[in-house]
């Protein structure tokens, strides 16, 4: 029998699974069954890349998001989170000095 709801999921910040639950027709956002919506991974990735192009290597493994530093220089070399707030996060926190927004940024 063919599933009728979406069925997406996300990991919220404390590591949970949050499957969506709308329609599996539906276009745009996800949301879970709390009423929290967040955007289709290919767009988090894309946008996400976009950003930190000149830093980092990020990916999306289907269920953590991962960025892994172009320069072996950097205290951290790989960052695993599950939510890509929380990558981000952790990538300001670390001050790359590439970084968007730094002043050593090339580009």
Request: aromatic fraction near 10%; charged fraction near 30%.
């Amino acid at each position: 029998m063919k599933s009728t709801t979406c069925r997406v999921v996300r990991l919220d910040p404390s590591g949970f699974t949050r499957p969506c639950v709308l329609g599996a027709d539906h276009d745009g956002d996800h949301e879970d069954a709390r009423g929290e919506r967040w955007e289709p991974p290919a767009t988090t990735l894309a946008r996400l890349r976009e950003r930190w192009e000149h830093a980092y290597r990020i990916v999306w493994t289907g269920s953590l998001w991962m960025a892994t530093a172009y320069s072996p220089y950097v205290a951290w070399r790989t960052e695993v989170e599950p939510t890509p707030e929380q990558l981000e996060a952790r990538l300001y926190r670390n001050a790359h000095p590439r970084a968007p927004g730094r002043a050593g940024r090339e580009g």
